[in-house]
């Protein structure tokens, strides 16, 4: 699968209780919202709510950000594996552009009904909600 371009899509804005005791953004807040874009990443694409964090790679701290900075989160898959689905993350000022965290890969994996690894039977990312079941859609389950 050749490389895709990160989207970002995702804001959030750092908040006196996401700060650590220098004054920054908690890794530990910023890491949490990324599993979390991650995960809504991969139920879109894989088409299934049972989806869980498999393994994240080195975790680099580029920048910090302070309260009231905006920040945003991008996401690109870069290939689907038979039961899984690994992507790159970044997040960056929504204002300055610079980079506050890159994340290399991020490994999701599809779980079926009994909570085990499942084939997912898709090879390319989509643009579309077409995936998410239609039982996700009316509130069901």
């Given amino acids: ?58 975790i680099n701290f580029v920048s910090s950000a302070t309260q009231g900075d905006l920040v945003e989160m991008g996401l690109a898959a870069t290939r689907f594996g038979r039961t899984s689905l690994s992507m790159r993350a970044e997040v960056r000022n929504m204002i300055t552009r610079q980079t ?16 085990k690894p499942t084939p997912h039977g898709y090879h390319a990312i989509t643009y579309e909600r077409d995936r998410i079941p239609t039982e996700h859609l009316d509130g069901s389950r």
Avoid: C, H
């Fill in 1 to 58: 699968m050749e490389q895709a371009d990160i989207s970002f899509r995702t804001r959030k804005w750092v908040r006196p209780e996401d700060l650590n005791a220098n004054g920054t953004l908690f890794g530990g807040s910023l890491l949490k919202w990324i599993d979390e874009e991650a995960a809504i990443y991969a139920i879109i694409q894989l088409g299934n709510r049972r989806v869980v964090t498999k393994y994240i790679s080195e």
């Fill in 100 to 115: 506050i965290l890159k994340i290399d890969e991020i490994v999701f994996v599809n779980l079926g009904d009994d909570g």
